[in-house]
C-alpha cells in the first residue's frame, strides 16, 4: 500500500543533507510551512541553498535559518521586508549569497524545472541589470532572455489537506509556490493540516497530483479555521486578536 | 502658481480611465487607493500576483483569513466569481499580455517610457524587485501613479533613467499630482493639467520639452 503519511516531523526531514538546496513554499505568511521550517532549523542542516520568495520575517522561519548561518545562498524575488533584519544582516556582512530574481522569472525556472524544460526565452528583465551576461534573442521582433530551471533537493511546502497517496488541494492564495515547488523538487515534503481518506479529494479539484509528493505530515488545523469552515479571530500572521490590551505580538511564535 | 492634487483625487483620476470590464493589476503603495475609487457600477476584475483574480476589499478586523492576502501581504477578500491560481500562471496572465492594464509607482520614468522602480542603487540597500519587472513588461496597459518631483524637488519624468531599470518601453502613461502624460514616439505629451498648472510650469519642472496642448 503507498502510505506517504509521515506523522513524525522530524522522521520526514532527517534526509536532507548538509548543502542541499530547499525549496520553501509561501508569500509571505500565506503558505508557509511553518512547522516543516521550524523542523528544518531543529534539524540541523546547513550550507543551504534556500529557494523561496521571500527571506524572512521576524526572529523566526526561514529568518531564524539565516540568523543561525544555515544558509549559503538564498534565491528568491523580494528579500527586503520592514522585518527582514536577519538577512540584512548577513547581506551587508557579505555571509549570505543572494541571487535576486524577478518574481515570474522565479515561479517560471521553478516550474521549467518540473516540468522538463531545458531554458526558455523570457521578455522580463530584457534590458535591465539581470539580463547582463545573459543569452539574448530576437523571437518575432521582440527581444527574450534565456532563463534556466531551478531546481531542488527538497521542497517544503504547506498545503491544506492531503491523502496518503500525497494528493494535494490549497487553501486560497496559499497555495501560491506550492504546486510548482512540489513539481521541481527531487523530494517533496508537504505540511497539510489535516490527512484525509483516499477518495475525499474530488479528483476534478485535486490541484496537485500525488506522483509530485513523496511525504505528507500532518500538523493540525490552524487557529483561524474550525473543521474546516472558516472562523476568523486573528491577524494576518495567524497571531489570536489581542483581547484587553495583550502586548504579546506573538514574536515568540 | 502650479497647482497640486491629493493622492486619494489622483487616484480618482486614473480610476475614471480604466474601462468597464478591465483585468487591473494594482501595484503595492498608492495604487491600491485605484480599487476604492472605481466609478459605481463599472465591473472590473482586480489581479493580485500571488493568486487571485476576482479580488475584493480588505475584510473587518475579526475576518481577516491569513490564507487570503495580496501582493502588499495586506489581507483581503475575494468577490463572488473570483479564482485562485499559484505563481506560474499569475504571472504567465501578465507575461503572456492578459492583463488589460497596470498601476505602479515610479522612482524615474524615461521619455521613450522606461521605467525605473525597484532600485534608487543606494550603497548597502537591499535589493527586491518582486513582480515588478514582469508587470512592466506584462500588461497591456502600464500607468505609473507618482508624484511629479521627489522631496528633493527633483522631476521623476527624466531624459534618461538614472536608476536601475525595471523595463524599456514599457510606460503608457504617467499620472501625477500635476498633471498627466502620455509617453509618445516624440517624448512626453501634455494630457491634462491640474487646476493653474501651466504648460511652461511643467516644463520648468522637468526641464523637459513637452508635447500637448499648450
Redesign the interface.
Known amino acids: 500500500m503507498i502510505d506517504k503519511v509521515t506523522p513524525d516531523i522530524a522522521a520526514a526531514l532527517a534526509d536532507i543533507p548538509d548543502g542541499a538546496t530547499v525549496m520553501i513554499g509561501g508569500?509571505?505568511?500565506?503558505?508557509q510551512p511553518v512547522q516543516l521550517i521550524d523542523a528544518l532549523i531543529d534539524q540541523g542542516a546547513g550550507d543551504l541553498t534556500i529557494v523561496s520568495?521571500n527571506a524572512g520575517n521576524g526572529d523566526v522561519g526561514l529568518a531564524r535559518l539565516i540568523e543561525l548561518g544555515r544558509v549559503r545562498r538564498i534565491l528568491c524575488?523580494?528579500?527586503?521586508q520592514s522585518d527582514?533584519w536577519h538577512?540584512?544582516a548577513k547581506?551587508?556582512a557579505g555571509q549570505i549569497e543572494?541571487e535576486?530574481?524577478?518574481?515570474?522569472?522565479?515561479?517560471?525556472r521553478?516550474?521549467a524545472a518540473g516540468a522538463g524544460i531545458g531554458a526558455f526565452f523570457?521578455?522580463?528583465?530584457?534590458?535591465?541589470?539581470?539580463a547582463e551576461g545573459k543569452e539574448h534573442r530576437v523571437i518575432d521582433g521582440r527581444e527574450y532572455i534565456l532563463e534556466y530551471p531551478i531546481r531542488a533537493d527538497f521542497a517544503l511546502i504547506q498545503a491544506y489537506r492531503g491523502d496518503r497517496l500525497g494528493n494535494l488541494v490549497?487553501?486560497?492564495?496559499?497555495?501560491?509556490?506550492?504546486?510548482?515547488m512540489a513539481a521541481a523538487a527531487t523530494t517533496t515534503i508537504a505540511q497539510v493540516d489535516e490527512v484525509v481518506e483516499v477518495g475525499a479529494l474530488d479528483p476534478e479539484a485535486v490541484?496537485t497530483p500525488s506522483i509530485f509528493v513523496d511525504r505528507v505530515v500532518p500538523v493540525g488545523e490552524?487557529p483561524?479555521l474550525e473543521g474546516g469552515e472558516?472562523v476568523?479571530?486573528?491577524?494576518?500572521?495567524?497571531e489570536p486578536?489581542e483581547r484587553g490590551g495583550a502586548e504579546d505580538h506573538g514574536r515568540e511564535a | 502658481m502650479a497647482t497640486r492634487i491629493s493622492r486619494g483625487e489622483l487616484a480618482a483620476r486614473i480610476a475614471a480611465d480604466i474601462p468597464e470590464g478591465a483585468i487591473v493589476n494594482l501595484g503595492i503603495g498608492a495604487p491600491t487607493l485605484v480599487a476604492d475609487r472605481i466609478p459605481e457600477g463599472r465591473e472590473i476584475l482586480l489581479h493580485t500576483e500571488n493568486g487571485l483574480l476576482g479580488m475584493g476589499p480588505a475584510p473587518a478586523p475579526d475576518r481577516v483569513d491569513p490564507d487570503l492576502i495580496n501582493a502588499g501581504k495586506q489581507p483581503v477578500t475575494a468577490l463572488p466569481g473570483a479564482a485562485f491560481f499559484h505563481h506560474a500562471d499569475s504571472f504567465g496572465m501578465m507575461r503572456g499580455g492578459h492583463l488589460d492594464v497596470c498601476v505602479m509607482g515610479a522612482f524615474q520614468v524615461s521619455q521613450r517610457g522606461d521605467l525605473a522602480n525597484w532600485s534608487t542603487g543606494e550603497e548597502g540597500a537591499i535589493p527586491a524587485i518582486g513582480g515588478a519587472m514582469d508587470l512592466a513588461i506584462g500588461a497591456k496597459a502600464v500607468y505609473v501613479m507618482t508624484d511629479l518631483l521627489t522631496k528633493d524637488g527633483q522631476s521623476k519624468l527624466v531624459a534618461e533613467c538614472t536608476y536601475p531599470l525595471t523595463g524599456v518601453r514599457c510606460v503608457s502613461r504617467v499620472y501625477t499630482d500635476y498633471a498627466v502624460f502620455d509617453v509618445t514616439p516624440a517624448g512626453f505629451a501634455v494630457v491634462e493639467r491640474f487646476g493653474d498648472t501651466t504648460h511652461e510650469e511643467l516644463e520648468s519642472m522637468t526641464g523637459l520639452s513637452l508635447g500637448g496642448a499648450a
Open positions: 508569500f509571505g505568511r500565506a503558505g520568495n524575488s523580494f528579500p527586503r527582514s538577512f540584512d547581506y551587508r543572494l535576486l530574481v524577478p518574481q515570474g522569472n522565479l515561479a517560471e521553478i516550474r523570457t521578455p522580463t528583465g530584457v534590458g535591465t541589470a539581470i490549497y487553501r486560497k492564495t496559499a497555495r501560491n509556490f506550492g504546486p510548482i490541484i490552524r483561524w472558516f476568523g479571530g486573528v491577524d494576518v500572521n495567524g486578536l
